[in-house]
């Protein structure tokens, strides 16, 4: 994690979405992390609670 305000977050997903989502990322150059994080930033920005997150820097 990158600073104290992160926040680990875990969930329940089946082993065949997980893999086939992995291998989406790594075709696709990026991390599981850093998907999941892009899809909840647009998801809270769809649903009205873009201000409650800071927009990540890119790490590359």
């Known amino acids: 994690m990158s ?3 992160d926040k680990l977050f ?3 997903v089946e082993e065949n ?3 086939a989502f992995k291998h989406a990322c790594s075709n696709q150059d990026t991390t599981a992390s850093q ?3 892009a899809f909840m930033r647009d998801y809270a920005k769809k ?3 873009a201000d409650l997150f ?3 820097k890119s790490k590359k």
């Open 47 to 49: 649903h009205g609670q």
């Open 17 to 19: 979405l997980l893999e």
């Open 35 to 37: 998907a999941v994080r």
């Open 3 to 5: 600073n104290k305000k």
């Open 10 to 12: 875990t969930a329940k």
């Open 54 to 56: 800071a927009p990540e």
